[in-house]
């Protein structure tokens, strides 16, 4: 009997962690510094929310299916979080670009839609 050892996950999940980690990158380099510059609870919140993507990403290398669900709830929270922000809490964006918040929802419903693929074709 021949063991076969694995050493990258499949197609799916490596979509996944690779969108998981743009999100990541996008959350360090610009929400966390604008959401500590407006302060509030999005000064929390936001570092949590990146805190869940790492520890998505590490599990999914790791080989356990459960980080994609942690980068669908980023994902879910990806698409209210510019509503609440600049609708809700009426906050302008960043850089007065009134229709940047497509470039998370984008994100967003890409990392909500390969979890989900890759969930159900976990082997």
């Known amino acids: 009997m021949k063991t076969e050892v ?3 996950p499949d197609i799916q999940v ?3 962690i690779a969108l998981m ?3 990541l990158v996008h959350k360090i380099v610009r929400e966390i510094p604008g959401a500590i510059k407006m302060g509030g609870p999005g000064a929390i919140v936001v570092p949590i929310f990146a805190g869940l993507l790492v520890i998505g990403i ?3 290398v ?6 994609l669900i942690l980068g669908g709830i980023d994902g ?3 698409i209210f979080q510019p509503i609440l922000v600049h609708i809700i809490f009426a ?3 960043q850089n007065g670009i009134w229709w940047y918040p497509i470039f998370p929802w984008t994100q967003a419903i890409l990392i909500i839609y390969f ?4 969930w159900k074709n976990w082997q």
Do not use: E, S
């Open 6 to 8: 694995k050493l990258l």
């Open 14 to 16: 490596q979509v996944a």
């Open 21 to 23: 980690l743009i999100q």
């Open 58 to 60: 590490l599990l999914l």
């Open 62 to 67: 790791l080989g356990n299916k459960w980080g």
């Open 76 to 78: 879910a929270f990806m």
């Open 91 to 93: 906050h302008p964006d």
């Open 115 to 118: 979890c989900r693929i890759a």
